[in-house]
Structures are given as C-alpha cells and as structure tokens.
C-alpha cells in the first residue's frame, strides 16, 4: 500500500496556508508542517522530510519562497509548488530559472492546488528517473 504524500507548507498568510493545508488533505495527503515563515519549514523539513514543498513566494520575512526551496532541495529534495498573488518581472526570471518547480497563481480554486501538486510530484519524480 502506497503511503500518503508529505506535504509542508510556507505561506505568510495563516488563512491562506491552513485553507492549502486543508485542501490538500481532503485530497488525501498527508500535511505535515504548515509554516509562515522560512525558517520554521525549514525546521520542519529536517525532522519530518516531505515529499512536497507547496511555497508562497513573497513572504514578510528575510528569506522568501525561493530561497526557501533551494535550501530544501540541500535538505531533503522535495517537489516544488510555488504560488504566488504577485509575479513581477524580477520573480518571473527566478522562477524560470528553476526548471524543476512548479507555479501556481493565486488566487486558484481547491481543484487546480490539487492538480497542480500531483504534477508537481510527477515532474519531480520524472527529473529524478533522469538524474537531474
């Protein structure tokens, strides 16, 4: 029997990360860490690796969304799911730099998190297959 994919999500938003947290759940995976800010999921990802990492981007914080996914890839090398309100042309370049992550705009509806996050675990595990 297959176990449930561990998900951590980072988003400064508390409402915004507990609505991803409970959709992805119903959806039958398995959230283990919900952070609103860098530091607390990279924490979380040390003592309970996930197999996704579902990223707000732009954060209230020091780190943001995109450096919170290339520490955890050093970490544990989890999928990528960016989301994101705001897509500047700065971020965009970020992002487009990270050919192994996936992005999401916000506002979405529960189907497209959920559809979104089950590609991103195929694309990571595709580039894992291939060694990349």
Same mark, same amino acid.
């Given at each position: 029997?297959?176990? #449930?994919? *561990?998900?951590? &999500?980072?988003?400064?938003?508390? =409402?915004?990360?507990?609505? @991803?947290?409970? %959709? +992805?759940?119903?959806?039958?995976?398995?959230?283990?860490?919900?952070?609103?800010?860098?530091?607390?999921?990279?924490?979380?990802?040390?003592?309970?690796?996930?197999?996704?990492?579902?990223?707000?981007?732009?954060?209230? #914080?020091? *780190?943001?969304? &995109?450096?919170?996914?290339?520490? =955890?890839?050093?970490?544990? @090398?989890?999928? %990528? +799911?960016?989301?994101?309100?705001?897509?500047?042309?700065?971020?965009?370049?970020?992002?487009?730099?990270?050919?192994?992550?996936?992005?999401?705009?916000?506002?979405?509806?529960?189907?497209?998190?959920?559809?979104?996050?089950?590609?991103?675990?195929?694309?990571?595990?595709?580039?894992?297959?291939?060694?990349?």
């Amino acid at each position: 029997m297959n176990r #449930a994919k *561990r998900v951590i &999500i980072l988003d400064d938003e508390n =409402l915004a990360a507990t609505s @991803n947290a409970d %959709i +992805l759940c119903e959806a039958g995976y398995d959230v283990v860490g919900v952070a609103l800010e860098a530091e607390a999921a990279l924490a979380q990802a040390r003592a309970s690796p996930p197999d996704l990492a579902v990223l707000d981007i732009n954060l209230k #914080a020091e *780190r943001d969304g &995109i450096d919170a996914a290339l520490a =955890l890839r050093e970490i544990c @090398n989890p999928a %990528i +799911l960016f989301v994101s309100g705001q897509l500047d042309a700065s971020t965009r370049t970020r992002v487009a730099a990270l050919p192994w992550a996936g992005f999401l705009l916000k506002p979405f509806w529960p189907e497209s998190l959920i559809r979104a996050a089950r590609d991103a675990l195929a694309r990571h595990a595709a580039l894992n297959r291939n060694g990349q």
